[in-house]
């Protein structure tokens, strides 16, 4: 391929983690569906109203939980500047989606773009850059030891019940004192706020499938108050539910 830049979209159905290395710049999207990324002892939520800025020769895993559609771009390496972080995952803004959506039209073919195309291309690519400045805060740890990814597992599965920090501690055999020291060296935080974060992703994913009223995501990640919920959303994301929501349809 020696376009300068190049959009597909993929239909994949559910599938396990797989590494991804492009030898391109990547701009991966989900336009239908979620995809999950793990890179840098992190891990995160792809769902239409976000977007992932891969530097060329980076790995990282991702795996696909439900059926997904991505809406993709390939950058030359030559032809725009290095993005701002080897992976970050931001917000697309509107301007984002409507030139992600016009970019379609010139796909995988090897013919030469036009001085049009080319336009568009590179205004994709500035506003990408710009907006992976601003990195999304709903991310959560992937743990390095097999206690803490044990630990992050479970808790995972077990959103939706009253979920008890000694009750995970004793399921990966640790004393509580001991994994809240691990999620303090490994994660950066205590296993509340990853629990917190990881019902708010858990939120993103439910918002972007289908039209659940919010509260019914609400009590399907966990919380049994409406307000303690918006209230949780809205610290990590900036906007309500209602409004992230709509981001996805912009």
């Not at 803490?148 to 597992?153: I, K, P, W, Y």
């Not at 949780?232 to 996805?248: D, I, V, W």
Request: hydrophobic letters at 45%.
């Amino acid at each position: 391929m020696t376009r300068r830049a190049s959009s597909f979209v993929r239909r994949f159905a559910p599938e396990p983690a797989r590494d991804l290395c492009p030898d391109r710049h990547y701009l991966l999207c989900a336009s239908a569906g979620t995809l999950r990324l793990e890179a840098q002892g992190q891990a995160w939520l792809l769902p239409p109203a976000r977007a992932a800025l891969i530097e060329a020769g980076r790995s990282i895993r991702v795996s696909i939980p439900r059926p997904a559609t991505t809406a993709s771009v390939l950058f030359d390496t030559a032809w725009v500047p290095p993005p701002p972080a080897p992976l970050t995952v931001f917000d697309l803004d509107p301007l984002a989606h409507a030139l992600l959506a016009e970019c379609r039209a010139w796909g995988e073919a090897d013919a030469p773009l036009t001085a049009y195309a080319e336009t568009l291309y590179s205004a994709l690519a500035a506003v990408a850059w710009r907006l992976a400045r601003e990195p999304s805060p709903v991310v959560v740890p992937a743990g390095r030891s097999p206690e803490l990814r044990r630990a992050l597992a479970l808790t995972e599965r077990r959103l939706t019940d009253p979920v008890r920090f000694e009750d995970v501690a004793d399921a990966v055999g640790l004393a509580p004192r001991s994994l809240a020291r691990r999620f303090e060296k490994e994660a950066g935080m205590t296993w509340r706020a990853v629990l917190r974060r990881m019902r708010v992703a858990a939120a993103i994913e439910h918002l972007a499938a289908d039209e659940a009223p919010v509260t019914d995501v609400a009590y399907a990640v966990g919380y049994s108050s409406l307000s303690a919920f918006n209230l949780a959303f809205k610290e990590l994301t900036g906007r309500t539910p209602t409004q992230y929501r709509a981001s996805f349809r912009s």
